[in-house]
């Protein structure tokens, strides 16, 4: 389609329409019947390829259709099985959200999240069979007023070609729908894990009207693994996700501090008890202690018993969050670097039960460590 430059009594100018000009007796362009049948045709080309039927009265329909006609284009060049998009992500530092709570006194509170953040999301171009992958950037929002004393998930989906964030209703235990997207202010069921075409950001639980609803934050990451090497004195943080139903942990010093005892512990606070078996397998000895850590105090992940051991710890936890707890089970293994037998090492196996506050879902899990030299932590949630 072109300008009617073939045609001399259009009237052109420059090639282009021109209005008349009364004051100066210059005609305006014509409009030949052929181009302006012509123009209208190609628009209702692109209105029929988009599946749509003309209507003189909508004034909206060249851009459904452009739309549409994009959405199959998709499908043909970009689109991809469901299950093979990736999982959706945000780009922060550590994969999640910033989202601020606040408080309504007739109601259990409202979340909201900043302008600005980017997310990254499969977004269906044939219904329940292909997709793409989006790149948004978030408006701010707010949600509206929540009920008090309940569980909600926020939850993003792309609706309309745009990233929409919702709350819904649900426990942390709900499975994915087929259809792999929750229910915009679902009363139910949308606790579940993300999706390629719905992310999990956040558990919010509301208590009473008037209270600051608790907000659990959601990594959203291909690989929920964490390693840091650690010297000196200190405390590092394992990250902690609600949907993390187990974990794995590895901490060893190849190391060994030349004058000092190394010891790497949780934290004091929420353990319930423990208990563990100590073996020497040259000697063979053993002793069963019942209580490895009393109710409260901190918990040994390894200690070296003597300058120049070398020690590795394999941790595995499983994590009941609706009771907020955690199962440990613990196998140490030492060694004194530079001894030619058997006869200094030692085999620990150890188990206790812990719980864990609020607050670890934001900060992590602490661990204290003391003369460490090199000491390696590899940690893993297993979603």
């Given at each position: 389609?072109?300008?009617?430059?073939?045609?001399?009594?259009?009237?052109?100018?420059?090639?282009?329409?021109?209005?008349?000009?009364?004051?100066?007796?210059?005609?305006?362009?014509l409009?030949?019947?052929?181009?302006?049948?012509?123009?209208?045709?190609?628009?209702?080309?692109?209105?029929?390829?988009?599946?749509?039927?003309?209507?003189?009265?909508?004034y909206?329909?060249?851009?459904?259709?452009?739309?549409?006609?994009?959405?199959?284009?998709?499908?043909?060049?970009?689109?991809?099985?469901?299950?093979?998009?990736?999982?959706?992500?945000?780009?922060?530092?550590?994969?999640?959200?910033?989202?601020t709570?606040?408080?309504?006194?007739?109601?259990?509170?409202?979340?909201?999240?900043?302008?600005?953040?980017?997310v990254?999301?499969?977004?269906?171009?044939?219904?329940?069979?292909?997709?793409?992958?989006?790149?948004?950037?978030?408006?701010?929002?707010?949600?509206?007023?929540?009920?008090?004393?309940?569980?909600?998930?926020?939850?993003?989906?792309?609706?309309?070609?745009?990233?929409?964030?919702?709350?819904q209703?649900?426990?942390?235990?709900?499975a994915?729908?087929?259809?792999?997207?929750g229910?915009?202010?679902?009363?139910?069921?949308?606790?579940?894990q993300?999706?390629?075409l719905?992310?999990?950001?956040?558990?919010?639980?509301?208590?009473?009207?008037?209270?600051?609803?608790?907000?659990?934050?959601?990594?959203?990451?291909?690989?929920?693994?964490?390693?840091?090497?650690?010297?000196?004195?200190?405390v590092v943080?394992?990250?902690?996700?609600?949907?993390?139903?187990?974990?794995?942990l590895?901490?060893?010093?190849?190391?060994?501090?030349?004058?000092?005892?190394?010891?790497?512990?949780?934290?004091?606070?929420?353990?319930?008890?423990?208990?563990?078996?100590?073996?020497?397998?040259?000697?063979?000895?053993?002793?069963?202690?019942?209580?490895?850590?009393?109710?409260?105090?901190?918990?040994?992940?390894?200690?070296?018993?003597?300058?120049?051991?070398?020690?590795?710890?394999?941790?595995?936890?499983?994590?009941?969050?609706?009771?907020?707890?955690?199962?440990?089970?613990?196998?140490?293994?030492?060694?004194?670097?530079?001894?030619?037998?058997?006869?200094?090492?030692?085999?620990?196996?150890?188990?206790?039960?812990?719980?864990?506050?609020?607050?670890?879902?934001?900060?992590?899990?602490?661990?204290?460590?003391?003369?460490?030299v090199?000491?390696?932590?590899?940690?893993?949630?297993?979603?």
């Amino acid at each position: 389609m072109d300008y009617p430059k073939s045609v001399p009594s259009a009237g052109l100018v420059n090639g282009k329409f021109i209005d008349e000009n009364p004051l100066t007796g210059t005609p305006g362009s014509l409009i030949p019947a052929d181009w302006g049948n012509g123009v209208t045709q190609e628009i209702i080309n692109v209105i029929k390829a988009g599946d749509l039927t003309p209507d003189e009265k909508k004034y909206d329909q060249l851009l459904q259709a452009i739309q549409s006609v994009s959405a199959k284009g998709w499908n043909q060049d970009l689109a991809l099985p469901l299950a093979a998009l990736p999982l959706p992500t945000v780009a922060t530092t550590d994969a999640r959200m910033p989202i601020t709570p606040a408080a309504a006194s007739t109601s259990g509170g409202r979340v909201s999240v900043p302008a600005g953040v980017y997310v990254s999301i499969g977004q269906e171009v044939l219904a329940g069979q292909l997709g793409r992958s989006r790149t948004f950037t978030t408006q701010a929002w707010s949600s509206a007023d929540l009920l008090p004393s309940s569980g909600y998930f926020l939850r993003a989906q792309v609706v309309g070609g745009a990233l929409t964030f919702y709350m819904q209703r649900g426990t942390i235990y709900d499975a994915a729908p087929e259809g792999l997207k929750g229910t915009v202010n679902g009363a139910a069921g949308g606790g579940f894990q993300s999706t390629p075409l719905d992310i999990c950001l956040a558990w919010v639980v509301t208590a009473g009207p008037g209270s600051v609803p608790i907000v659990r934050p959601i990594y959203n990451r291909n690989r929920l693994s964490w390693t840091q090497v650690v010297n000196g004195n200190g405390v590092v943080y394992l990250p902690l996700d609600p949907h993390a139903r187990a974990a794995r942990l590895v901490v060893g010093n190849p190391t060994p501090h030349p004058t000092g005892i190394t010891s790497v512990s949780f934290a004091p606070g929420g353990w319930l008890g423990g208990n563990y078996c100590y073996l020497n397998p040259t000697v063979a000895t053993s002793n069963n202690w019942d209580g490895w850590s009393t109710a409260g105090a901190a918990a040994l992940i390894f200690s070296s018993n003597v300058v120049s051991d070398t020690t590795v710890s394999t941790l595995t936890a499983s994590f009941d969050h609706a009771e907020l707890r955690s199962l440990w089970q613990v196998y140490q293994a030492e060694h004194t670097l530079g001894a030619g037998t058997a006869a200094s090492d030692e085999l620990l196996f150890s188990m206790g039960l812990k719980s864990f506050a609020q607050t670890d879902y934001s900060n992590g899990i602490a661990i204290n460590f003391t003369a460490a030299v090199n000491v390696n932590l590899a940690w893993e949630l297993i979603r």
